[in-house]
């Protein structure tokens, strides 16, 4: 037993290691965009358009590190953006994430997190003073639906104030996240603040990306008949005439 322990806390002294040193934003800005993309790759299993155009908010936290051996925890960095009233997307407020959990788990795996804000309150708390909000506690959370599930969701999944979505080793699902916690990350947002202008085409792709995705215009093509051209008529060809 004392071994078990000894493994867990081990793991938990490597992920608070892996995930001290946040990333430039940056690196942050660019892999957010990396995740959208390779979510948006195959429209049938990413999150409803619907879901985002109708979002108040959104985050992405990249490469989400999950380790540990019977006591695990998890932890990464990422962002947070808000829809404002004609649907444009802030700019990024960088957070962390982390939590933990009690199981028969063992390893270390990482998971790329996107959590849609449907609700306004919860964006609100996220930015309170105290700046820490709790999935599942302070907020409702769910695992969201995606693709065509959207129509087949549950009446008490799209009640929930956060969808929740992750992505590991290419496959991209719903997912529970209670109990984790999410703050802003002081340092990185005061870095950010410094030279905003810096990562200005970043941040435009990302914005760029997040409007497509939540685009729910049904594309008309016209299509025009093509006239049938009648093939060209076969004149017989006429025998010589053989002399008597």
């Excluded at 195959?42 to 006591?71: H, M, N, S, T, W």
């Excluded at 449907?118 to 302070?138: I, P, Q, V, Y």
């Excluded at 340092?187 to 941040?203: C, H, I, Q, S, V």
Aim: hydrophobic share 45%.
């Amino acid at each position: 037993m004392k071994r078990l322990i000894t493994i867990s806390l081990l793991s938990l002294a490597l992920l608070t290691q892996l995930v001290s040193a946040a990333p430039p934003p940056s690196t942050t800005l660019t892999e957010s965009t990396d995740v959208l993309n390779e979510l948006s790759a195959i429209p049938a299993k990413c999150i409803p358009p619907k879901l985002l155009a109708d979002a108040q908010g959104i985050a992405i936290i990249p490469r989400v590190i999950k380790a540990g051996f019977v006591v695990a925890g998890r932890g990464g960095h990422g962002l947070v953006m808000v829809k404002d009233k004609d649907g444009n997307w802030s700019d990024p407020v960088f957070v962390n994430l982390g939590g933990g959990s009690v199981g028969f788990q063992a390893g270390v795996e990482a998971t790329d997190v996107v959590l849609v804000f449907r609700t306004r309150k919860s964006m609100d708390r996220l930015f309170e003073d105290k700046a820490k909000l709790t999935l599942g506690t302070d907020v409702s959370a769910a695992a969201g639906p995606v693709g065509r599930e959207l129509a087949a969701a549950t009446d008490g999944k799209l009640q929930a104030e956060i969808l929740s979505y992750s992505r590991s080793r290419g496959l991209f699902a719903g997912v529970s996240l209670d109990g984790t916690v999410i703050h802003a990350d002081k340092n990185t947002n005061e870095n950010y603040r410094r030279n905003p202008a810096a990562e200005d085409k970043k941040l435009a792709a990302l914005k760029s990306k997040l409007l497509e995705m939540s685009s729910t215009k049904v594309i008309e093509v016209e299509i025009k008949p093509v006239p049938l051209t009648p093939p060209p008529a076969v004149i017989p060809a006429i025998p010589p005439i053989r002399k008597p």
